[in-house]
């Protein structure tokens, strides 16, 4: 039976090779920084989500250390069984409080997090409006429920409204949203949704994984950010980017709700528990954020810098003060091809193309991170520059 799948399954990549749409791997050797080494050759790291520089922190390191020896290697256990370690809790407890949230529960990942709210919270007799700009975790979560659904174009606050108007017959009615989209760097206008949120009697959930750490004026985020943090219910997240770079996830939200995922979410459920290195060192990481700004305050230069300097020498650079800067090419093989270019010249990032962003709007997403120096910047602008006239 296999022969005939793996040549149906040949042909499929053939045609994804000769549309320029291959992803491939590329191999470090180090751990995860600002300057990584890609094969033989040491390059500056701007495609990672290691938006404060803490994949490699000392502390952070050390404290995962330390976690070893106290807390062991794994659970071997799903929460509700054996897995469950007073740093879980000390974790959830500090993730709600940091948050300004009722309670916290901890995933495996936010993809996870993402794929358990919905089928747990609605059936059919519920509806869920989601921004058609979504991660793709949203998506698959909401596919996983009975609940009918709605879809509004990206940030589109007229659309919103029709769709609530359309759903005023369902029991429940939730608004799920990106915090800032990923392939854009856009962020969600939240005060306007909750104001529609409060207006149609509907809930409101943000998926912050690429805000949690450095937007708003203490890093919690575009609830805090936009004001909103006590007219969201349900906030999303990871510590697999800003908040340390290693793996986990999580639901923050009102209490009633995580006691409800606690009992139903079935990745909760059935999935292994957060291994304990991994929340112990997240405690640390919560204690860097809640002690200093300095890392925020790096990133939110490092990406004025690089937004301005690309900027003034002609690139098209989505417009936004986030540190995801899309650098737009277009068509998805130029893309592609620029960035081997750029890996040539020392600059590590990646061309974006569909179905990960819609056909002809191909770019490359640059990243910057805290752990940038002035330098690393404006040599990831030249080395653009350069690549362009190649």
Request: charged share 25%; hydrophobic share 40%; proline share 3%.
């Amino acid at each position: 039976m296999f022969t005939n799948v793996r040549d149906q399954l040949r042909e499929t990549l053939a045609e994804i090779g000769e549309a320029g749409l291959l992803k491939p791997e590329r191999v470090i050797s180090t751990p995860q920084s600002s300057h990584v080494r890609v094969g033989q050759a040491e390059v500056l790291n701007f495609c990672a989500n290691n938006y404060l520089g803490l994949a490699d922190h000392p502390k952070v390191v050390e404290a995962a250390k330390q976690a070893l020896d106290r807390w062991g290697f794994g659970m071997a256990s799903v929460r509700f069984i054996c897995g469950t370690q007073e740093v879980h809790k000390e974790l959830e407890g500090r993730l709600s409080e940091f948050l300004g949230m009722e309670d916290t529960v901890l995933y495996s990942s936010c993809f996870d997090a993402n794929g358990g709210v919905f089928e747990t919270l609605l059936d059919a007799q519920d509806a869920v409006i989601s921004d058609a700009l979504n991660h793709a975790s949203i998506i698959d979560g909401i596919r996983l429920s009975k609940a009918r659904r709605y879809r509004y174009a990206n940030r589109d606050m007229a659309e919103l409204e029709a769709r609530l108007k359309e759903s005023a017959d369902a029991r429940r009615r939730l608004i799920v949203t990106d915090g800032v989209f990923s392939m854009d760097g856009y962020l969600a206008p939240l005060r306007e949704i909750c104001d529609l949120a409060d207006r149609y009697d509907a809930m409101v959930m943000v998926d912050d994984s690429h805000a949690v750490g450095f937007v708003g004026p203490t890093g919690r985020g575009t609830p805090e950010l936009h004001g909103v943090t006590d007219r969201v219910d349900i906030i999303t997240g990871t510590l697999g980017k800003a908040l340390g770079g290693a793996s986990g996830g999580y639901v923050a939200a009102r209490k009633e709700i995580c006691d409800l995922l606690r009992q139903r979410s079935r990745p909760y459920l059935f999935s292994n528990s957060l291994a304990p290195v991994i929340a112990s060192a997240s405690l640390t990481i919560l204690d860097l954020l809640e002690t200093s700004s300095d890392a925020r305050e790096q990133l939110r230069a490092n990406t004025q810098r690089f937004r301005t300097r690309m900027t003034e020498a002609g690139f098209d650079v989505l417009p936004g003060d986030h540190p995801i800067a899309p650098v737009m090419i277009g068509d998805a093989a130029q893309a592609s091809a620029m960035a081997e270019r750029l890996l040539d010249l020392g600059i590590y990032v990646i061309g974006f193309s569909y179905p990960v962003v819609p056909h002809g709007a191909a770019r490359i997403r640059v990243q910057l991170s805290a752990a940038h120096s002035a330098a690393d910047v404006d040599r990831a602008v030249d080395a653009f520059i350069q690549a362009r006239q190649a």
